[in-house]
């Protein structure tokens, strides 16, 4: 491997959060402009219960569901979208609850 491989797969823990976060607001407001939140927030529920019901130690995806739906809620927030505040909390909540009690 070339060192630019190597200093790509250092930084790849660190890129990968932040580009997760910036798909998961691209697609908010992709969504929201063409009118498909729906389809939005069964996506975020459907990802969230695959981590949610996931058994191993890893808890990365419900760090990024608990991102995406406090991002969601946010965004929600400022566009006065009630749906999307609900789903975006109920998200943020879960996937703290769920975290936590992986961690205990």
Known sequence: ????????????????????????IA???IANTIS???????????????????TS?????LFRDFIAGSITAIISVTLNDQLGVAVGALVAVTAVARLLQKLS
């Open 1 to 24: 491997m070339s060192d630019l491989s190597y200093k790509l797969a250092e930084l790849r823990p660190a890129i990968r959060p932040v580009a997760e976060s910036a798909a998961w």
């Open 57 to 61: 130690d890893k808890s990365r995806g």
């Open 36 to 54: 498909q939140e729906p389809v939005y927030f069964l996506i975020l529920l459907l990802v969230l219960g695959s981590d949610v019901l996931d």
């Open 27 to 29: 697609s908010f407001v």
